[in-house]
C-alpha cells in the first residue's frame, strides 16, 4: 500500500526535495538521500515518460508532477507506475474533481483500463492492481494562484484530496509580489491554516522550511536537486 500517503494521514511532518534532474542515476542518489518523498517535475522538467518510468525504477515511491491536469496524462503517470502525483494549477473545485476522477476506475472515475499491459500491474504479473489502486492512489493538488486561495476550502472538499500544495513563486507573480514580500508570506501562512482546518496536509514549497512547518504545513519541500547541485559546484569552485 501507499506508505507516503498513510504516513501524511497520520499527521507526519514530511520533508522532501524536487527532482528536477534526469536520469535515473539523480533520482536513486535523492530517493537514498533519505528524504521521506521526492518529486519527479514532469511540469518544469522534461515530460519523457520513458525517463520517468527508468526514474521510478530507481525511487519507487517517487511523486510525478504532471505538467498539466488532463487525464491522459495522469494515465500516463499512473501507468508507469506512480502511486502519488502531483497535479499543478489547481483553482477550484472542479478542477481538483477532475484530477481525482483521472486517478480512479470507473465507476469512480475516468482512467482508462489497461493497467494490464502497464508497468502499474507489471504487465499482468500483478492481477490484484485494478482492485487496489483506487485506494492506493494519491492524489496532490497545487494551489498557487489568487483564485485558488478564493476556492481553497471548496478544493480541500474534494474528496480524494489528500494534499494541498502551495505554489509561492507562481502565487507571488499571479499577486504582483516578490517570493519574500509580507504580503504574499502572510497570504501562505493563512493558506496553511485553512487548509489544515479542512483535515488535509498542507504542502509548501519552502525557501525557509522551519518556518512552514512551524505555521502548519506537512508536506514540505527543501528545494530541488538541481539547484543544490548548481550551488554546490560553484561553492565548491
Not at 1 to 11: C, P, V
Not at 183 to 203: F, H, N, S, V, Y
Not at 205 to 216: L, N, T
Amino acid at each position: 500500500m501507499n506508505s507516503l500517503r498513510d504516513r501524511i494521514a497520520s499527521g507526519a511532518v514530511t520533508r522532501g526535495i524536487w527532482q528536477n534532474l534526469p536520469g535515473p542515476e539523480a533520482a536513486e542518489l535523492a530517493a537514498a538521500a533519505g528524504f521521506d518523498w521526492i518529486v519527479i517535475d514532469g511540469e518544469h522538467g522534461a515530460w519523457d515518460p520513458g525517463c520517468i518510468r527508468r526514474r521510478l525504477i530507481a525511487a519507487p515511491d517517487a511523486v510525478v508532477r504532471v505538467p498539466v491536469n488532463e487525464a491522459w496524462i495522469l494515465k500516463q503517470a499512473l501507468d508507469l507506475g506512480a502511486r502519488t502525483v502531483l497535479v499543478p494549477m489547481v483553482d477550484d473545485a472542479d478542477a481538483a474533481r477532475k484530477a481525482v476522477a483521472a486517478c480512479r476506475y470507473p465507476p469512480y472515475g475516468v482512467r482508462g483500463m489497461g493497467a494490464f499491459v502497464a508497468r502499474a500491474a507489471m504487465y499482468g504479473l500483478d492481477p490484484g492492481y485494478v482492485d487496489r489502486a483506487d485506494a492506493d492512489v494519491s492524489v496532490w493538488v497545487q494551489a498557487e494562484s489568487r483564485a485558488a486561495l478564493v476556492n481553497l476550502e471548496a478544493i480541500c472538499a474534494v474528496p480524494g484530496v489528500d494534499c494541498v500544495f502551495l505554489g509561492p513563486a507562481d502565487l507571488a507573480a499571479d499577486m504582483g509580489l516578490t517570493t519574500d514580500d509580507p504580503a504574499l508570506l502572510a497570504a501562505l501562512t493563512e493558506a496553511i491554516a485553512r487548509i489544515a482546518a479542512r483535515g488535509i496536509a498542507p504542502g509548501v514549497f519552502a525557501a525557509d522550511p522551519d518556518r512552514w512547518v512551524a505555521a502548519g504545513a506537512r508536506v514540505v519541500s527543501l528545494g530541488s536537486d538541481a539547484m543544490v547541485l548548481a550551488r554546490g559546484l560553484k561553492a565548491l569552485l
